[in-house]
């Protein structure tokens, strides 16, 4: 039985109408937490006085980077009230299976063992906060880079259960993912049949390679930078050429950029391929076949005819997965997101069908 039929009642692909392929949901306090850590950490949290990572480094224009309207009555955080998080996004738009993102900040963290804690407790919230709430949300499993040996371990431990559909990583890192220490992670994910998504957000170093801008303006327009590098680095550290196997999904980076990125990497490699001899055709042919990336935040060029050039400029109709980004400010309505220029087969494949083959939802 494959893991969409388990989270969703047994439904078909081809029942399926709507997939969200980035839904957020928030611990809203360590409390959250404490059941799901030992007795050891209980302690710890307690003595130390820990509420939580550090928070954003750039703060947003509303708390939460949230839209005003999903603040739940319960006071919880938006994202923090499974209950009206599945009214306001499940429901209100009939969304038949939604992937979770949690966004927590364990990287961020010098202590090792406690990251390590506080990853194994977000999963285990998770479970049984979220996914046992409403059988349309589907997990991803949080994982701490800091260490990739123990977060191999929480991936075939959290893999388990089927209702986690991927592990996730955070962009901005504090080394490129192609860099050979990560490789545990990328084994254990493959070993499991489970893609990697990386997402938006993390700590690290800056997101450009000029530094730390001043603005949120900036870091969110300058993201894509990030994905752009951890892309180059796993393809050309040959990540691909070493798992096969290996799927990878760009959640909320955008993609307007890829089609220059793969030109000049491609064009870069015709004169430098006896650097990466492992790599046996072109980068761009290994992001195509590995990669596919969610829809927000879609570059929305003034002329809608151009945004399906771009899809075209890919080179593969079925590379966008559609995502909401649901509680966040840049939401987008599955109503208002595609325009009509890119046609309904097109719509139907971003809306379902390209997320059902790629993770594999039967």
Known sequence: ??????????QTATALSLIDCDVHNYVNSIDDLMPFLSARWQVYVRQSGFTGPPGP????????????????????????????????????????????????????????????????????WTAAT???????????????????????????RAARDE???????????????GKRQFRPIFAAACAAGLPVGIHFGGSGNPITACGWPSYYIEDHTAMSQAFEAQLVSIVCEGVFCEFPELRLALVEGGFAWLPGLMW?????????RSEVPWLKKLPSEYILEHCRATTQPMEEPENPAHLRQIIEMIGREDFLMFATDYPHWDFDSPARALPPVLGDQMRRGMMVDNAVAFYDFA
């Not at 949300?137 to 977060?151: F, H, Q, R, T």
């Not at 559909?165 to 993912?177: E, G, K, N, T």
Request: proline share 7%.
């Open 57 to 124: 480094t750039y703060p947003k224009g509303f708390a939460q980077a949230a839209r005003r309207d999903a603040w739940p009555p319960s006071g919880l955080k938006p994202g923090g009230d499974p209950d009206f998080a599945r009214e306001q996004l499940l429901d209100a738009w009939d969304i038949d299976l939604a992937i979770l993102n949690p966004l927590y900040g364990m990287t961020s963290l010098h202590n090792l063992d406690f990251g390590n804690a506080l990853m194994r407790a977000v999963n285990e």
């Open 163 to 177: 209702r986690f559909v991927q592990v996730l990583l955070l962009v901005r890192s504090s080394a490129p993912y």
């Open 1 to 10: 039985m494959t893991r969409a039929k388990t989270a969703a009642d047994d």
């Open 264 to 272: 000049r990497l491609d064009k870069n490699f015709r004169g430098l």
């Open 130 to 156: 979220w996914l046992d709430s409403d059988s349309r949300w589907l997990g991803s499993i949080v994982v701490n880079p800091n260490d990739p040996e123990k977060a191999a371990v929480e991936i075939e």
